[in-house]
Nanobody
Framework: QVQLVESGGGWVQPGGSLRLSCAAS????????MGWYRQAPGKQREFVAR???????LYANHAEGRFTIARESAENTVYLEMSNLKPEDTAAYYC?????????WGQGTQVTVSS
């Protein structure tokens, strides 16, 4: 059974940085892609970033230039480096992965950006 476990969330002041991690229970390259979504209170879950098996990366407009997604295949882990964080980045961040077997989600990690 595929499991995704996020870590690295927390509280940070505006302009600060955080790194989220998503550890998969299987090889990360077994997925067509892995990525991150987020959901703020009262809002729909939205796409943040994605890394394809071949290494191509995709970003939402709100993440472009501030967030970086990377994969450490040896550790079956995907990272999301977030910098210049803004209060509007406050949300629960969810790891997502997909392959022919289906879609998989982590339990989420909270990121709070406030002064």
């Amino acid at each position: 059974q595929v499991q995704l476990v996020e870590s690295g969330g927390g509280w940070v002041q505006p302009g600060g940085s955080l790194r989220l991690s998503c550890a998969a229970s299987v090889s990360s390259v077994s997925f067509d892609y892995m990525g991150w979504y987020r959901q703020a209170p009262g809002k729909q879950r939205e796409f943040v970033a994605r890394i394809l098996r071949a290494g191509l990366t995709l970003y939402a407009n709100h993440a472009e230039g501030r967030f970086t997604i990377a994969r450490e295949s040896a550790e079956n882990t995907v990272y999301l480096e977030m910098s210049n964080l803004k209060p509007e980045d406050t949300a629960a961040y969810y790891c997502h992965a997909a392959n022919v077997g289906g879609n998989y989600w982590g339990q989420g990690t909270q990121v709070t950006v406030s002064s």
